[in-house]
Each structure stands twice: as C-alpha cells, then as structure tokens.
C-alpha cells in the first residue's frame, strides 16, 4: 500500500484554489474552464465535485452552460474570510470570551483598523 497522506492536499486547499481561479475569472467558468486555469493535473471530475460542494456551501452559484453548470463566487476574499470567522464565532457558546481572545491578540495596526471601523470611519 502507497503512502497515499504523503501526496494529500490540506483540507480546503483544493478549494481555495478553485476560488482563486473563480475570483480572477471575468464570468462564470465551467468545470473544464477551472480545470485549465488552476494549471495542475486534476481530473475534470475532481473539479466538478469541488465546485458542486462549493455550491452546497453557498459559496458559489451557478447556472446553466450546456449539459452541465458554470460557477461564480458568491463573495469575494475578504467577503469570504468574514463569513469563516463568523462560522467559528458561531461555534462557541462563549462568544464573548472568543471576542476578547481575538481582539486581545491584535496588532496595534489592527487594533487601531478594528475601532475605527467600530466607530463608523471610513478606514477600510
């Protein structure tokens, strides 16, 4: 038997990946068209279920492109790390304490971002 975890990918790498290729498209791709822009060697198939789990995820729509789907990202980067960040709030029932942990380990720089967006300036 092969070591087969030596030539895994992270978990979401995968993903990522096609979000990236998603984000810097003009339109919608298809499977085929993701394939191609990611420039590594996965089966069209591999693409297809990633962008199917992606769909069921919310973070991708697609519509009708021949027999299959064409997919667009639902939000961009940093639309998609606030919706991470809220998912992982939403899983402790101490959000406070989260909350406190988090800001606590902020830069000075982020910290400084963090109140001005608080306080409704127009900082980012």
């Not at 790498?13 to 298809?30: M, Q, R």
């Not at 089966?43 to 199917?52: D, G």
């Amino acid at each position: 038997m092969g070591d087969a975890g030596a030539e895994r990918r992270q978990a979401g790498e995968l993903e990522a990946g096609v979000l990236a290729a998603l984000w810097s498209a003009e339109g919608p791709l298809t499977p085929a068209q993701v394939q191609r822009a990611l420039g590594v060697p996965l089966a069209r198939t591999t693409v297809t279920t990633i962008v199917s789990r992606l769909y069921e995820k919310g973070m991708v729509t697609r519509v009708r492109s021949g027999r299959g789907f064409a997919y667009t990202p639902t939000e961009d980067a940093p639309g998609l790390t606030a919706r991470r960040m809220h998912v992982e709030l939403g899983k402790d029932d101490d959000r406070g304490a989260v909350l406190a942990r988090f800001v606590s380990q902020l830069s000075d720089e982020d910290e400084r971002l963090l109140r001005s967006l608080l306080d409704g300036d127009d900082a980012g």
